[in-house]
């Protein structure tokens, strides 16, 4: 049975810096692409990130790449998300999703496994 399941959000202050974790089941997280999502209240959920299944990663938001950062370890199946300089627009339900393919798409539709998600609140 396929799961994710994602932790480690929280309350931070504007500056701060959150770690998220995407524990996977189910299956080997080798050569497969993984994505995060997220969704603040009265938004359509965006993408984030996604880490390719041979590792390059791919940034869907503007600048993100100069504040999170994405990784895996296979050996451990999680793919983990490092936000650092957190700002009051980064508060949202963080998810995680796979489609147990190679490569990455920004559109949620693509992805058919999801994470019951991790609320990330930034104060400012």
């Known amino acids: 049975q396929v799961q994710l399941v994602e932790s480690g959000g929280g309350v931070v202050q504007s500056g701060g810096s959150l770690t998220l974790s995407c524990q996977v089941s189910g299956f080997q997280v080798d050569y497969v692409a993984v994505a995060w999502f997220r969704q603040a209240p009265g938004k359509e959920r965006e993408a984030v990130f996604c880490?390719?299944?041979?590792?390059?990663?791919?940034p869907y938001l503007d600048g993100v790449e100069d504040r999170f950062t994405v990784s895996r370890d296979n050996a451990k199946k999680i793919i983990t998300l490092q936000m650092d300089n957190l700002k009051p627009d980064d508060t949202a339900m963080y998810y995680c999703?796979?489609?147990?393919?190679?490569?990455?798409?920004?559109?949620?539709?693509?992805?058919?496994?999801w994470g019951h998600g991790t609320q990330v609140t930034v104060s400012s």
């Open positions: 999703a796979t489609d147990r393919r190679l490569g990455c798409s920004g559109d949620g539709r693509q992805y058919k496994f």
């Open positions: 880490i390719r299944g041979t590792g390059p990663w791919v």
